[in-house]
């Protein structure tokens, strides 16, 4: 009887640690992503009629895509800009300034904004 008692006792501490265990992994959710407050609608219209194609690209009736990496910081402003892929002539870089310009809605994590990456992808048109 002993023996049991023991091995109950024994299996309840298991359970005990265990679940003191899971209640210090703590799992941090990310409430929402950077975004243009405006909707991804009106951040395109912004880049399409506020960029200039150097000639060279309106020549060669350029198409392609530019995809932008940037960190969004908890102030809105944008930082850290990077050309993951271009079409070049001079089009990667038009699209780097008008998007450093702009102020984004900071990602928020557990109530609270934060600095976060985000990466958007334009497609280009040089006719």
Do not use: C, W
């Not at 008692?5 to 210090?24: A, E, M, N, R, W």
């Not at 809105?76 to 809605?105: H, M, P």
């Not at 928020?108 to 976060?116: C, D, L, R, S, T």
């Amino acid at each position: 009887m002993k023996k049991l008692i023991l091995l109950f006792l024994l299996i309840s501490f298991s359970f005990v640690g265990f679940s003191q265990t899971d209640k210090q992994n703590i799992k941090v959710s990310t409430n929402s992503e950077p975004a243009y407050p405006k909707g991804d609608q009106e951040l395109y219209n912004y880049v399409y009629s506020h960029i200039y194609y150097s000639e060279e690209a309106k020549k060669k009736y350029l198409e392609g895509e530019v995809t932008l990496s940037f960190d969004v910081k908890n102030d809105s402003t944008v930082a850290n800009i990077s050309v993951i892929s271009g079409v070049g002539y001079g089009v990667d870089e038009e699209v780097k300034r008008l998007i450093q310009k702009l102020k984004f809605a900071p990602g928020i994590q557990n109530g609270i904004a934060i600095k976060m990456n985000t990466m958007y992808t334009f497609p280009i048109k040089a006719h």
